[in-house]
Nanobody, 123 residues
């Protein structure tokens, strides 16, 4: 099993920056992509950004140009650099990872989630 632990959340004023980290541990072989999601108060969880094993990134329109996702494969750690934060960025941020499991002739992808870290942006 893969365990994901987020860190770096907190309280920041509008216009400020935070960097979130997510460390993957356990049986992490076969992880193909990792991502960040967030759940604002009273809303459903939504995609923030994802990065695949080849470095391809995808961002939600709301964060393009402000957030940057990166992955350190040697440390099994995912990062989210958040700049120019806005009050509407306030949410619980979750790290996730997709792991491919065999047999090779019938591969299945299993998704793991962290417990989340609170990001609060004040006006």
């Amino acid at each position: 099993q893969v365990q994901l632990v987020e860190s770096g959340g907190g309280l920041v004023q509008a216009g400020g920056s935070l960097r979130l980290s997510c460390e993957a541990s356990g049986r992490g072989r076969g992880i193909t992509s990792m991502g960040w999601y967030r759940q604002p108060p009273g809303k459903q969880r939504e995609l923030v950004a994802r990065i695949t094993s080849d470095g391809t990134t995808n961002y939600a329109d709301e964060v393009k140009g402000r957030f940057t996702i990166s992955r350190d494969f040697a440390k099994n750690t995912l990062y989210l650099q958040m700049n120019s934060l806005k009050p509407e960025d306030t949410a619980v941020y979750y790290c996730n990872a997709d792991q491919e499991r065999g047999p090779v002739e019938r591969v299945v992808t299993v998704t793991f989630w962290g417990q989340g870290t609170q990001v609060t942006v004040s006006s």
